[in-house]
DNA sequence: GCCGATTTGTCCGTATGTATC
DNA sequence: CGATACATACGGACAAATCGG
């Protein structure tokens, strides 16, 4: 597949930055001395630049230059950053993961489940709910519809192995974009069922739907995590163009 | 200051997308006949169109179009989204805000809380503790480290009004990057003194640092949030350019 | 305070590639 | 196969903010 020059160079500045080439505070080169550097346009460069913005990693200043206000952070607990599945977290996080299906079926959407997932009244999907462990400690009680006609030819042991490894995989699936919520619960009979709570009377939960990159949803997620072993990360910018 | 056409084009798409004028799973114009009609070039609708996708409203689809993924939700929690201020969420969630300051202390960072907060040791800090209630409960406790040489002239009365407004509008502040992390914690005995739980035992916590237009981290804010009162939005998009 | 050099911000027109229909 | 639509890239122009002399 073609190789977009404008996220060569985005690499290849973010991973000076997290090697602190580029030290936190300090200006990177200016736009027409990187465009001179990699052999491209100014254009190009200010492309990179905006993905390293939107990351956190560096801070445009109008007529000034753009800073890094990149740190690195210690991460002790389980973080949840862009999209990924649970298997890509894990390794990401260096643990272990196992999974365990407890449950695998197929439904039609009816009304109530289609106001809260966001499918359409009607649309076949398969369910299935998995216990995540890491390292041996279950951790999270995951929920998932999936669109049966998008989500073709599931089975438990995809179920347990990784989804997402075969819907791209398999499939050829393009996942795309992840609407997501986050909210702390009680916990529900359920969860106590088959997580080890340590004490905590609640979880936090994520809750999202994913599409893929013809735009449509695919699936409808709920994962209930042990509150000690969550941390989830983001960064906001304030656009004000105009002012 | 300078509107920015592409800002406009932007705000005039996203609200046709809210009013369903471009209904959920339709396609926008393709981006020829948006340049046509905003009589502008095609590089400028792309713009206003990569910050829809952003947003989490509509998807661009190579050779098909760009279709619209915008679903309106009903928001019954206190909805936690970009970068504002406790006064700013209260007006957007139609709720009515209070404060009590409860500390207002001048401190200068050691070791151990520099490290905490990302600040260098050594550097003057205003401690300030709030208690924010919304409609008359008591919900959510902040705690704040501004750079007092950054945040210059804050006092207890500013700090039970709006911080925000004050650098903003007073010291012309340009509050810009914010970097956060949610988690779940423990309630500790300070939460249980000034907050209802309501049977909970831990707390939505926010940590997050914010920096102004020139790359300078002025500010370090932990919120702890009662979780009934709680939600945090999020829309992720994989980039995959080149594959 | 002014002026010029530097740097980022916005916008345009064009060309070419690639995916879809 | 051709037409359409989005993706990448280039080069240029001018505006606006900053900084040094």
Same mark, same amino acid.
């Given at each position: 597949m073609p190789k977009a020059k404008y996220d060569d160079i985005y690499r290849d500045l973010k991973e000076r930055i997290e090697r602190e @080439? /580029?030290? /936190?505070q300090s200006l990177l080169p200016s736009e027409n001395e990187l465009s001179a550097r990699y052999a491209c346009s100014r254009n190009t460069v200010r492309r990179a630049i905006a993905q390293l913005v939107t990351d956190g990693y560096v801070q445009s200043m109008h007529g000034r230059g753009v800073r890094t206000i990149y740190q690195p952070v210690e991460q002790a607990a389980f973080t949840v950053g862009g999209i990924e599945s649970f298997k890509e977290s894990a390794e990401r996080n260096h643990r272990t993961a196992s999974t365990e299906v407890l449950a695998f079926e197929h439904v039609v959407a009816d009304d109530k489940l289609a106001a809260r997932t *966001?499918? @359409?009244? *009607?649309t076949p999907l398969t369910y299935i709910l998995r216990l995540r462990s890491l390292d041996g400690e279950p951790l999270i009680l995951d929920h998932n519809y999936f669109r049966t006609d998008v989500a073709k030819g599931l089975t438990p042991e995809i179920a347990r192995r990784s989804v997402y490894d075969y819907l791209e995989g398999e499939l050829g699936l393009v996942i795309t974009t992840s609407k997501r919520t986050m909210t702390v619960e009680k916990v529900a009979a359920q969860d106590r069922k088959y997580l080890?709570?340590? *004490? /905590?009377?609640c979880l936090a939960v994520i809750t999202g739907q994913t599409y893929d990159d013809r735009g449509i949803q695919f699936e409808w997620t709920q994962s209930r995590h042990r509150p000690d072993y969550f941390r989830f990360q983001d960064v906001a910018t304030r656009n004000r163009p105009g002012v």
């Open positions: @080439e /580029y030290a /936190y *966001g499918f @359409e009244p *009607g080890d709570l340590k *004490g /905590y009377n």
